[in-house]
């Protein structure tokens, strides 16, 4: 599941990340078809309207998404196969699961806390830090689908990087909203790119209480990092109990 750091100035990655998508959907419209070989970068410039360096910025997240290869003596040559569509963004849980239903998120806590040694680990995090830290459930058609735990990098770091993020966090859609939808949304613009682990693993008392399950019950426990560049904003552990919607793995940059 897709579900990431380059210390960037964000407004100046903005046409970077415009011209990217233009560039993927080239290839996926046959402009640039699979296979062939790209115009060089003063021609391609040319062609795309853009200065060659923000062609250069663009075409290295092409090669580090594997849409394009590099080779010496040969250039730039369009990847025979490209991932399907999605794969180019995160996803928040709760459209992942819903799969365009409805999908109700209600939060049980918003709050700030020490770091935990899992927040420290994924977000590279100073001991003495106080980070939010959210948990949330999300419901499937009227049924417990997702237990969400969720661990924002430091207030400093968002509001370098995505302000826009920070704000949204003490809003009103702070109730109703997982951290990361509201993450995404402000992101929108930037590379944002996910890393996810999945485990198999059993409920416990706490959590199954929460799901309405038993807590022995089986259950898959995601652990999802988001990054701008090299920079961690958010970690987040989703719990899924038996019987909740398949959840698409395959969405990963």
């Known amino acids: 599941m897709n579900m990431a750091g380059r210390q960037p100035t964000p407004p100046r990655r903005r046409p970077v990340v415009a011209l990217y998508e233009r560039m993927i959907e080239a290839i996926r419209d046959g402009t640039y078809p699979p296979g062939s070989t790209l115009p060089t970068e003063p021609r391609l410039a040319a062609e795309l309207g853009v200065s060659r360096p923000a062609l250069r910025e663009a075409l290295i997240l092409l090669q ?25 963004y995160l ?3 709760e459209q992942l699961l819903s799969d365009g239903g409805h999908a109700v998120t209600t939060a049980l806590a918003r709050a700030y806390e020490e770091p935990t040694d899992f927040s420290t680990q994924h977000l590279l995090l100073p001991g003495t830090s106080r ?11 009227g ?19 995505l302000p826009e993020a920070a704000e949204a966090f003490d809003g009103p859609a702070a109730r109703n909203s ?49 990054r701008l560049d090299r920079t ?13 919607p398949a959840l698409p793995v395959w969405q990963a940059r």
């Open 232 to 244: 961690p904003l958010l970690a987040a552990k989703h719990m899924l109990p038996p019987g909740a």
């Open 143 to 161: 049924l417990p689908a997702c237990l969400t735990q969720e661990w924002a990098a430091r207030d400093e770091t968002l509001a370098e990087l």
């Open 91 to 93: 996803k928040p849980v």
């Open 178 to 226: 997982s951290m990361l939808r509201l993450l995404l949304e402000a992101g929108r613009a930037l590379p944002l790119t996910g890393s996810s682990t999945i485990v198999a693993t059993t409920l416990g008392r706490q959590r199954g209480e929460q799901l309405g399950r038993p807590a022995d019950s089986p259950a898959v426990l995601v652990i999802q990092v988001v």
């Open 131 to 141: 980070v939010r830290f959210w948990e949330s459930l999300i419901e499937v058609g």
């Open 64 to 88: 580090e998404d594997g849409a394009i290869t590099v080779r010496r003596g040969v250039g730039r040559t369009v990847s025979p196969h490209l991932p399907p569509r999605g794969f180019e």
